[in-house]
């Protein structure tokens, strides 16, 4: 069933460009598709080997002769490095190789600048790295590295950054590139003409991934050829990027990424470790594993940006939006890193229908980590402040903000003028969540004692979800009549695996524990894009289906040579060949595996591009119910209900688990995580897990999700949507509408703090305090 | 971490023999949560640990005698949260050991270690910065971010003392007894612990050739009772933005004593002693409980970013007093 089409139409119209057209049609599975495997809760299928501790991950790997790499970092927001002497830690017994800017090869890196810099702009940014036989030992030597440095001026923070005697930390200043702008219609005019208006500055911390399982890898060569079990969301990224910072052929990387434990957007792109250990490990003859610390991890390898946003709204009296205007100023850190998304005007732009809309999008560069993608990237951000101003408009209109959102429907991406795949899916959220949580704004109770509760709501579109075609996989039926599936995909801890198999255990007509799913090899699957933007189970679900329908059609056409029955009349339903549906007259898949065994049937399966005409997006409506302490500024969460378009539900269990973590932190971006910078210092002070604080299960309520579930047979044959993404981008800001709604003031500022809860409750005089 | 000595030594001489001279470079080791971090940060850096969880004579035992509750040094936070002695004798210890850390850090940590723990300071614990806790000139969090720093100046540093259990043990007017090369002596904690100096960066009078034997809690007074009441950014695991440990005795309808102390506010556990001495001899109502709170932060001096605490200490306070002094409240 591959199909894979190159042509280079000269047609005046991207004349001479080569296109790619693969993937034969599929129907999709339908609303009524009666599926067996697909839409059922499994466990995960590396479970067991989790919770037993037995799961490799890229610390887990103990090779022999393996040697373990620390990084010596910049203690320097911004300095010149003049010298760099190693001399004394390479002779430390059980040293075996040393790497800094004196020696290392010159390879490019962020931007213009190298693996090993002659300028460090972060405290945290890499100056050298040794190998050695014990972490111990690495310590040891790293502290006899002499560096001579010479400081220069910087800036840490986004309000340092824009003061107008802010150091130039870049020859051409310090703006990240130029200022995105996006207008449509006359917002200006528009503002003039409205009958309300709400305006309000919020700002967002930089919040850090925290992933449990840190950035790292293991590197080993043998002769040319490299192997590196790496941490990553990309496996055949990293191998590119990796390949080209060496000069290696492809074929000579490999990368392998089995288990993870979270990645959360920082984890797309190769990063320095990945090169480091691979020529620390070439230096030394040895394997080397090269696992960042809890420090190092929250100082270097990624970030959300912070923001600060100034947004209007406009609107007339019947709470119709007739004008959006943000403007949005962001810190990408010290340099722009692939695998950056973060378009926070992104959400003004699309969420509500609106014919005048105007955002500008200004990022500077910080002597701090760069910033990357963090779940969700721009959307959590635009959302904090989006939401909140639309919960501001509704008070100020007399409307239920439910309502306010219903009147300002979007059924198409005003931007691209494309309707949605499935334009309903945003209103079938707000039903759902709306009706499992018993929304009713005028609810709350009324004010008795300093413990007061409200709820709050907020909605979100997200651009990610849809999948990004190409990826491949494999099928092939072993002789007792089992499947594997192959593909170049990973599971970064979202339970892909698990969904993959159940697609293909369906399409196989196979029950679930005859097929095993390979995946995060480069060696032995096909490409497969990166696990960003929720989008495995979208981009390689379909290539998993179509790889499965071509060995069962193999299969079919075997069987009826075997059977002596024509194709046309048989089908496969639990692990059984089937005559006309006749389960009576049925054989195992097995007595025709064997029969022609050791031939073998061998599936391949593409994703297919996604329709041109149409906008494929994941939406989301969230409630949640809040008791505000006044006296303490202590927030509690009381309950969330959460509803999401993810197309299809593929397995209701991991969809559950995206749930709950997305909303998890969603309470830490809402409540407690903030990175502290000072900015004298230019020094994060919390680098740590005791004072950067996620939320722990005491602070996370119970949680619902009130299914949608509706197939998006628009987005792709498999009707499944990505949801791990989604869940967080409504929370916080649905918190702050509700601690509005308990205690009537507005925090436009993330985290809601003690400091400015109590802050803000004694400038309203309702802080409820009791004084002699 | 750096390269260190070890040594398991049977009898608190042979450690205190290993102690003696060391001059800080020696270090007791017993449940570890603190000292370690320090050490994996390079904050500290002994030369020689003294791992003193198999002295003979130094156990965990929680006991009860004529002049009250005995709790060996080595008794761990866990220990003291489930203690039936403590939870009925020294209630606000229970709360205090129970509301502290992780279970985790709570089966680890030791009293005696909890009673020694360095601040939190994030200056403090970044090796990149030579604050005057640790022997520099300067004190960056005065000036710096501060919103977890301390409402009181005592000294140069405005790092808070980060014990749950010390201020439950103030209010409770427990003692520590020590033992060094010169013997055996017993201070209140309110003399051990001690905002520091130029010449004694620590937040105690503990030498660096002392150990510490025991905590004794005094037998309550009759119709005594307590609470500890803990703020924190997150509903666990986190430590105490402000603390506040309350004792009452009752003497009739009106209050006999009263300890107030807090936690989060300053380098050593703070003794609200103008609150305590406007509480004396007064029926407990709403209104005494508030005036109580206003003259305990009183003298307070916020920093740039810490000037919330006092409205939640205040908060604190009044809630404490009103726990404690409630019909149908257990007896402590």
Redesign the interface.
């Known amino acids: 069933m591959a199909t894979l089409r190159v042509a280079k139409p000269h047609d005046g119209e991207g004349d001479g460009e080569v296109q790619v057209v693969e993937g034969a049609a599929m129907s999709p599975w339908g609303p009524d598709a009666a599926l067996a495997v697909v839409g059922k809760s499994h466990p995960r299928l590396e479970g067991p080997e989790k919770v037993t501790g037995r799961a490799l991950y890229a610390y887990d790997v103990r090779l022999p002769r393996q040697l373990v790499a620390r990084v010596l970092r910049s203690p320097y927001p911004h300095a010149r490095v003049v010298r760099v002497d190693t001399s004394a830690a390479a002779a430390l017994p059980g040293v075996h190789a040393v790497l800094s800017a004196e020696d290392a090869p010159e390879i490019p890196w962020y931007e213009d600048s190298r693996l090993f810099d002659r300028t460090v702009r972060f405290v945290g940014d890499e100056v050298a790295a040794v190998a050695a036989e014990s972490v111990e030992v690495a310590e040891d030597a790293l502290r006899l590295v002499r560096v001579e440095y010479e400081p220069l001026p910087f800036a840490a923070t986004l309000e340092d950054v824009l003061r107008p005697d802010a150091p130039k930390l870049r020859p051409d200043g310090n703006l990240a590139g130029e200022p995105k702008t996006y207008r449509r219609g006359d917002p200006e005019t528009a503002l003039r003409a409205a009958d309300v208006v709400v305006e309000g500055r919020y700002s967002t911390a930089s919040a850090l991934h925290n992933a449990m399982e840190p950035h790292g890898c293991t590197a080993a060569w043998e002769g040319e050829h490299l192997t590196l079990w790496d941490s990553t969301q990309s496996v055949f990224t990293v191998r590119q990027e990796v390949a080209e910072k060496l000069g290696l052929p492809e074929h000579r990387v490999r990368v392998i990424k089995q288990h993870m434990g979270g990645g959360f957007g920082a984890k797309q792109i190769a990063w320095k470790h990945d090169v480091i250990a691979a020529l620390l490990s070439r230096r030394a003859g040895r394997p080397v594993q090269l696992m960042l610390d809890r420090e190092a991890e929250n100082l270097a390898a990624g970030n959300r940006n912070p923001t600060r946003q100034h947004v209007r709204l406009g609107a007339r009296r019947d709470g119709t939006l007739t004008a959006i205007q943000a403007r949005i100023e962001q810190a990408t850190g010290a340099y722009q890193v692939g695998g950056e998304a973060s378009n926070v005007s992104g959400m003004y732009q699309t969420l509500y229908r609106c014919p005048n809309v105007a955002t500008e999008q200004v990022v500077l560069y910080t002597n701090t980590g760069p910033a990357v993608a963090f779940r969700a990237p721009g959307h959590v951000e635009a959302a904090f402040a989006l939401e909140q101003a639309m919960d501001e408009l509704a008070r100020v209109l007399g409307l239920d903000p439910l309502e306010l959102r219903r009147r300002n429907y979007a059924a198409e991406d005003q931007t691209e003028g494309k309707p949605y795949s499935l334009p309903e899916g945003l209103s079938l959220c707000y039903d759902r969540a709306a009706e499992a949580f018993g929304w009713d704004p005028a609810g709350s109770p009324a004010a008795d004692g300093p413990k007061r509760r409200g709820v709050g709501f907020a909605a979100h579109d997200w651009a990610g979800g849809s999948g990004h075609p190409p990826g491949y996989a494999w099928v092939k039926l072993n002789a007792d009549g089992t499947a594997e599936v192959v593909t170049g995909t990973q599971d970064i801890g979202t339970g892909a695996r698990t969904g993959l198999a159940q697609v293909a255990a369906e399409e196989l007509g196979l029950p679930l524990d005859r097929v095993a799913l390979h995946l995060g090899d480069t060696a032995t699957g096909p490409y497969s894009p990166v696990s960003s933007g929720s989008a495995t189970q979208a981009s390689i679900g379909p290539a998993v289906r179509a790889a499965a329908a071509d060995a069962v059609a193999q299969l079919l056409a075997a069987a009826s040579a075997t059977m002596e029955v024509a194709a046309d009349r048989l089908s496969v339903r639990g692990g059984r060949i089937l005559v006309d549906g006749d389960l009576s007259r049925a054989v195992d898949v097995a007595d025709v595996t064997q029969e022609i065994a050791p031939h073998m049937i061998r599936g391949q399966g593409e994703r297919g591009p996604n329709p041109e005409d149409r906008a494929i997006r994941t939406f989301g409506a969230q409630c949640v119910e809040v008791e505000v302490d006044t006296e303490t500024g202590e927030v509690t969460l009381l309950r969330v209900t959460t509803a999401h378009d993810c197309g299809r539900i593929v397995n209701p269990t991991l969809v559950d688990s995206q749930i709950i973590g997305g909303i998890t932190q969603g309470i830490g971006f809402a409540l407690t995580e903030e990175r502290v910078v000072d900015g004298r210092l230019g020094l994060v002070l919390n680098p740590n897990l005791e004072e950067y604080k996620v939320p722990t299960v005491a602070d996370v309520p119970p949680i619902e999700h009130a299914h949608v579930g509706v197939p998006d047979t628009v987005a792709n044959p498999t009707g499944a949507k990505g949801i791990g993404e989604p869940p967080l981008i409504p929370t916080a800001p649905a918190i702050a509408n509700a601690v509005f709604d308990a205690v009537g003031v507005r925090l436009r500022d993330a985290p809601l703090s003690r400091s400015r809860l109590l802050a803000a409750l004694a400038a309203q005089g309702t802080d409820g305090e009791v004084r002699a | 971490?750096?390269?260190f000595d070890y040594a398991s030594p049977a009898t608190i001489d042979d450690a205190l023999a290993l102690l003696a001279g060391g001059d800080g470079a020696v270090r007791p080791l017993a449940g570890g949560t603190d000292l370690l971090t320090l050490m994996k940060a390079d904050i500290a850096t002994p030369e020689r640990l003294i791992d003193i969880k198999r002295l003979a004579e130094l156990d965990d035992a929680i006991a009860l005698d004529a002049d009250g509750l005995s709790i060996g040094a080595l008794a761990t936070l866990d220990d003291l949260e489930d203690d039936p002695l403590v939870r009925q004798l020294a209630p606000a210890l229970a709360e205090a050991a129970a509301a502290a850390a992780s279970p985790q850090l709570r089966n680890m940590a030791t009293i005696g270690g909890n009673l020694l723990q360095r601040p939190?300071c994030?200056?403090f614990r970044?090796s990149?910065?030579h604050c005057w806790l640790k022997g520099g000139t300067e004190c960056?969090a005065r000036d710096?971010?501060n919103?977890?720093h301390a409402l009181f100046d005592q000294s140069p540093c405005v790092a808070v003392h980060p014990s749950d259990l010390a201020t439950a043990l103030v209010a409770l007017d427990a003692s520590v007894r020590l033992r060094g090369p010169a013997g055996e002596r017993s201070l209140s904690l309110g003399e051990f612990f001690a905002p520091p100096t130029d010449d004694r960066r620590t937040e105690n009078v503990l030498a660096p050739d002392e150990l510490i034997l025991s905590v004794r809690i005094p037998p309550p007074a009759d119709n005594a009772r307590g609470t500890y009441l803990k703020?924190m950014?997150?509903?666990?695991?986190?430590f105490a933005?402000v603390g506040v440990a309350a004792t009452v005795a009752r003497d009739g309808d009106r209050i006999g004593a009263a300890r107030i102390v807090l936690g989060g506010v300053a380098q050593t556990p703070w003794r609200a002693r103008e609150a305590e001495d406007l509480l004396v001899g007064q029926r407990p109502d709403?209104?005494l409980f508030?005036?109580a709170?206003?003259a305990a932060l009183a003298g307070a001096a916020p920093l740039a970013?810490?000037?919330?605490k006092i409205?939640?200490a205040?908060?604190?306070i009044?809630r404490a007093l009103a726990a404690v002094t409630a019909d149908g409240a257990p007896p402590a």
Request: a positive charge; glycine letters at 6%.
């Open positions: 971490m750096r390269r939190r994030w200056y970044s990149l910065v960056q710096g971010e919103a977890l703020a950014d997150r509903k666990v695991w986190a933005l709403a209104d508030a005036r709170a206003d970013d810490n000037g919330y409205p939640l205040r908060t604190l009044r």
